[in-house]
């Protein structure tokens, strides 16, 4: 199958109700101190993941996590799979530092992520 390379799940994002408590859990399932803490976002970077919590599921209202595929093009993923009947739920959209992101569902609703870093 030609098309858009996939570079795998690397990055997957939680809703939180609390970002303070929340944060505490991470830190101690990965052992680490959060490498962003801002109000809006916390992030953590372990063994090549990235993991962050999302307070109140963010602007896109996420009620659960949703793991984020990392491409080389994101138009061109989206693009793929709209074709293979996926529906876009949140159209590519830049977050900061050149970082790309969008959401679509699978047939089930399931929620699938695809981020560009570029």
């Known amino acids: 199958m030609t098309g858009s390379a996939t570079r795998g799940i ?11 408590k929340a944060k505490a859990v ?17 992030g953590f970077e372990a063994e090549g993941q990235n993991i962050g919590l999302v307070p109140g599921g963010g602007p896109q209202g996420m ?9 080389t093009d994101i138009e061109a993923k989206l693009a793929e799979l709209t ?8 159209a590519a959209h830049e977050v900061g530092g050149g970082r790309v992101v969008a959401t679509v569902t699978d047939p089930d609703g399931n929620v699938l ?3 560009q870093d570029r």
């Open 26 to 42: 991470y830190a101690a399932l990965l052992g680490i101190p959060p490498q962003t803490d801002s109000p809006y976002y916390v």
């Open 83 to 90: 074709a293979a009947g996926a529906t876009v739920k949140e």
């Open 63 to 71: 009620t659960s996590p949703v793991a984020y595929w990392h491409v």
């Open 113 to 115: 992520g695809l981020l």
């Open 10 to 20: 690397k990055t997957v994002l939680h809703p939180v109700s609390d970002l303070a």
